[in-house]
């Protein structure tokens, strides 16, 4: 059996920074705000901020959790020492399962990108994909932590371009801001439930931030860094989803805006910025790799953590001498992911689709267990958990409105309810 500290401590402050400012910039960020911009028109503007200011909330309990309770910086292990061991069971397993769910749906991506120039079968290819990414986290946890770097440092540069051509543009030309926010039916074109109604869709895209509690435990100062990874999310938010968002809304009519292709490359061809296709390609194949390779870390380490409590078989607990890494855990979790892209080859629209429809509610209730895990050990400024929790009802009454997502609360709810169960009846091993 392993011990907690016999994983390495190899990430260095940059990387848990760096993970975090890019945990929530994903492919869905360059692609996916087409679907938000589309439905909710100038005003969306709100919504991204509302969905923000939730993300912004629940780091905020994270970090005071991980100050109060040193020494259990994962927010698994927070809940797990704040609402006890069938907490943590249900949350971790509903995680896990999230990002495998996940990782197979980037891994389609990739294939689906480098299918027209690379001539493998589409199996062989992400085969080979989920390889790549996997030999990366059996490297070392460093290696892991400098790959998310580079991805993220790509992700936000990509970003500061796309800021800087977009300001040069409404300072050095005649853009008609005005009419592109206030003359294609104003800035509630489709009223104000649409606005309340794009927010799943919003949220799901910032998703990841905290990946960077569970690298920070592999970091040589684990709260310290989750602080430093904490003050950085209101850059990410402030500064690259409104400010990107906003700009996008004034440079180009929301009318124009077509859901699946990305608004970012929309604004570049009407700029006629030269290389936009190829420049936006690399930086989407970066975000797909970026969140297959945090998949897989954070995946491996959650099963890890869940063997710790004896929530998992303590097999998983193994760790190599060498490398100090989880390899198991890595290695079952990327066959995992690979089963369920092969599921989606194989019934690409009952199996997978109802896989995909669980990670909506379980998003969100790891979340309510995050913010209860605050409200019972920090019940100072109790306020920031109340509104938390406001905004998490207003998300679930955003996905009962739509039937395309209420479909996900009720799926999330019974697969919750059978891991629940699961942690009643299947035996577990004594906790290491």
């Known amino acids: 059996m392993s011990q907690p500290d016999q994983l390495a401590h190899s990430l260095r402050t940059r990387h848990v920074v760096m993970i975090a400012l890019g945990g929530v910039i994903g492919a869905g960020y360059f692609i996916g705000a087409s679907a938000a911009l589309s439905l909710g028109g100038p005003a969306v503007l709100l919504s991204y901020a509302l969905a923000g200011t939730l993300v912004f909330l629940v780091n905020l309990m994270m970090r005071d959790l991980a100050l109060k309770v040193?020494?259990?910086?994962?927010?698994?292990?927070?809940?797990?020492?704040?609402?006890?061991?069938?907490?943590?069971?249900?949350?971790?397993?509903?995680?896990?399962?999230?990002?495998?769910?996940?990782?197979?749906?980037?891994?389609?991506?990739?294939?689906?990108?480098?299918?027209?120039?690379?001539?493998?079968?589409?199996?062989?290819?992400?085969?080979?994909?989920?390889?790549?990414m996997t030999g990366v986290n059996l490297m070392s946890v460093k290696g892991y932590g400098e790959f998310e770097y580079w991805f993220s440092a790509i992700k936000v540069l990509a970003i500061v371009c796309f800021i800087g051509i977009g300001v040069w543009a409404l300072l050095s030309r005649p853009i008609p801001v005005h009419d592109n926010l206030f003359a294609h039916g104003g800035l509630l074109p489709h009223g104000w439930l649409a606005l309340l109604a794009v927010i799943p869709t919003i949220l799901f895209s910032?998703?990841?931030?905290?990946?960077?509690?569970?690298?920070?435990?592999?970091?040589?100062?684990?709260?310290?860094?989750?602080?430093r990874a904490t003050r950085s999310i209101a850059l990410r938010i402030g500064g690259f989803y409104l400010v990107s968002i906003a700009l996008v809304l004034c440079l180009v009519p929301w009318s124009d805006v077509v859901s699946g292709y990305s608004p970012f490359l929309l604004v570049l061809h009407r700029l006629h910025v030269p290389f936009a296709d190829v420049a936006l390609a690399i930086v989407v194949m970066t975000a797909a790799l970026s969140s297959l390779n945090s998949g897989i870390y954070v995946t491996s380490r959650i099963l890890y953590e869940l063997a710790e409590s004896g929530s998992a078989p303590g097999?998983?607990?193994?760790?190599?001498?060498?490398?100090?890494?989880?390899?198991?855990?890595?290695?079952?979790?990327?066959?995992?992911?690979i089963l369920v892209a092969a599921v989606a080859v194989l019934s690409p629209t009952l199996i997978f689709g109802l896989l995909v429809s669980l990670t909506?509610?379980?998003?969100?209730?790891?979340?309510?267990?995050?913010?209860?895990?605050?409200?019972?050990?920090?019940?100072?400024?109790?306020?920031?958990?109340?509104?938390a929790l406001v905004l998490i009802g207003c998300t679930l009454v955003a996905m009962l409105i739509q039937p395309e997502t209420r479909s996900q609360i009720v799926l999330g709810a019974a697969a919750l309810l059978l891991i629940f169960l699961a942690e009643r009846f299947v035996p577990r091993h004594q906790p290491d």
């Open 360 to 387: 909506g509610g379980f998003m969100v209730f790891n979340n309510t267990m995050i913010v209860a895990g605050r409200l019972k050990l920090v019940p100072e400024s109790p306020w920031k958990a109340y509104a």
């Open 70 to 132: 040193p020494g259990r910086a994962s927010f698994l292990r927070q809940i797990q020492y704040a609402l006890g061991n069938r907490a943590a069971f249900v949350a971790g397993w509903a995680y896990w399962l999230t990002w495998i769910i996940a990782i197979a749906v980037e891994v389609i991506a990739v294939a689906t990108m480098l299918a027209p120039y690379i001539p493998l079968p589409y199996a062989v290819l992400e085969i080979l994909i989920m390889a790549l």
């Open 206 to 227: 910032m998703g990841g931030s905290e990946i960077s509690t569970v690298a920070a435990v592999e970091s040589d100062n684990t709260e310290q860094n989750i602080v």
């Open 315 to 337: 097999s998983f607990l193994t760790v190599d001498a060498s490398t100090k890494l989880p390899r198991r855990a890595i290695l079952v979790s990327a066959f995992a992911s």
